[in-house]
């Protein structure tokens, strides 16, 4: 190897490209603007209702428009240069921030009275930003490799996407419940400034053309299905995204935080970022220790029992009553829900063809993305139904269930090994 080629180890080494360092800056800012407009507006509506289904409604009035768009949104991302979609959806984003402010505003607080239907604009509002993410998430997953000049840097690339993501996912919360003490319109003009800035930094990035398309252009509906077909057909990555779909619809209690920070750990918002933060923090410790030491042997076993832990972790933090013991409890959560987002992102990237990315990533964030907004429906129903802390008890015992169905089904995943030499064969 000559000294001026990229070492094998670099744990830099997606970091040197200066369009890459522009790409997970920006994200920073992205994830950072919308976890504080997420706490904020979960906040804000569980005050003005004091009902925790109204929770729950925020995440399906996301995860509607978010699923109706997404296949759709994987054909675009594959037909239109990427980095167009990534800057007028996010632009889009910072529009639906200064909107939420213009109604938490003096000006905008009659719209929110309490009447019929007093929460539709809040909830409008976020319609719309699913929609949006509906179509940034396939441009956003498409656009990453195309950024790199050799795939040796690609499993690089996807741990510092997944660290970087994780660690903005900290800040953002822990942002957010202080900026509620300064005002709930206040935090969304600060959520829209750093979508602002994640706007500028996405619109630096040099634009890449589409990766070249073997054979003949598909129509609109064959394009359209080709990604559920290419999931469909491959057992492993469907056993991955099934494990961590049924685990993050049932196994979910961050819809329901506002509740445990307000009527059980009775913390307030500042509690409620720590709560909302600890998650990520556990995911952005567990993604830097796989930088180190990468689950490569019994790596499916590995995965199973990490969502195994998951459910456990879920199932004490809904009987804890300590403040202490659950932002643990939390923390553990995402750092075993890390390893399912390596290992996804890892086989998603590593198996699907450059110009199918948009279309693959668009069935993924049907089956990823926006389960956690439908989970989030789920947890306020069942908590309507059975109580707050049975319905996260009952989510975790789910989760359970789901790990030991798929450990019996998919016998690809449970064997699944990331060594080199097994990869290559």
């Excluded at 369009?19 to 906040?43: E, K, P, Y």
């Excluded at 007093?118 to 998430?137: D, E, Q």
Aim: proline fraction near 5%; hydrophobic fraction near 55%; aromatic fraction near 8%.
């Amino acid at each position: 190897m000559s000294a001026s080629s990229t070492p094998t180890h670099d744990p830099y080494a997606a970091l040197r490209i200066p369009d890459f360092r522009r790409l997970v800056s920006a994200r920073i800012c992205l994830t950072i603007a919308t976890r504080i407009q997420g706490l904020v507006v979960g906040w804000q509506i569980f005050r003005l209702t004091n009902d925790p289904l109204a929770l729950g409604l925020i995440g399906l009035a996301e995860a509607i428009p978010s699923i109706s768009v997404s296949l759709y949104a994987g054909h675009v991302a594959d037909s239109v240069r990427r980095k167009n979609i990534i800057v007028v959806t996010v632009a889009v984003l910072g529009l639906c921030a200064l909107a939420l402010a213009l109604l938490a505003s003096p000006a905008g607080l009659p719209l929110l009275s309490r009447q019929a239907f007093y929460t539709w604009p809040l909830y409008l509002v976020i319609f719309v930003s699913g929609i949006a993410r509906g179509f940034l998430g396939p441009a956003l997953f498409s656009f990453m490799p195309q950024l790199l000049p050799d795939r040796e840097r690609l499993a690089n690339a996807v741990t510092w996407n997944s660290t970087t993501y994780q660690a903005a996912a900290v800040l953002g919360p822990a942002i957010g419940g202080y900026l509620i003490t300064w005002g709930v319109a206040n935090s969304y003009m600060v959520a829209a400034v750093l979508l602002l800035v994640a706007l500028g930094q996405f619109a630096a990035i040099a634009s890449r053309p589409l990766p070249a398309l073997e054979g003949e252009k598909p129509g609109l509906q064959e394009s359209i299905l080709s990604g559920l077909r290419f999931i469909w057909g491959n057992q492993l990555v469907l056993a991955a995204l099934s494990l961590d779909l049924f685990a993050v619809l049932f196994g979910g209690a961050v819809a329901l935080l506002p509740v445990f920070a307000v009527d059980i750990l009775k913390v307030g918002a500042a509690g409620l970022g720590h709560l909302e933060s600890a998650p990520a923090i556990g995911s952005v410790l567990m993604a830097a220790l796989l930088t180190y030491f990468p689950l490569r042997r019994h790596a499916g076993r590995k995965l199973l029992w990490a969502v195994a832990g998951f459910g456990v972790a879920t199932i004490l933090f809904a009987l804890s009553d300590s403040y202490e013991l659950s932002l643990f409890l939390l923390f553990l959560t995402g750092a075993f829900d890390s390893v399912s987002v390596i290992v996804r992102s890892t086989l998603l990237h590593t198996f699907t063809p450059e110009h199918m990315k948009g279309r693959v990533s668009a069935v993924n964030n049907i089956f990823i993305g926006s389960s956690n907004e439908i989970g989030s429906f789920e947890s306020g129903v069942a908590a309507r139904l059975l109580g707050v802390v049975n319905s996260v008890v009952f989510g975790g015992f789910m989760t359970l269930g789901v790990v030991g169905l798929t450990a019996v089904l998919a016998d690809k995943l449970r064997k699944l090994d990331m060594t080199p030499a097994k990869q290559e064969a």
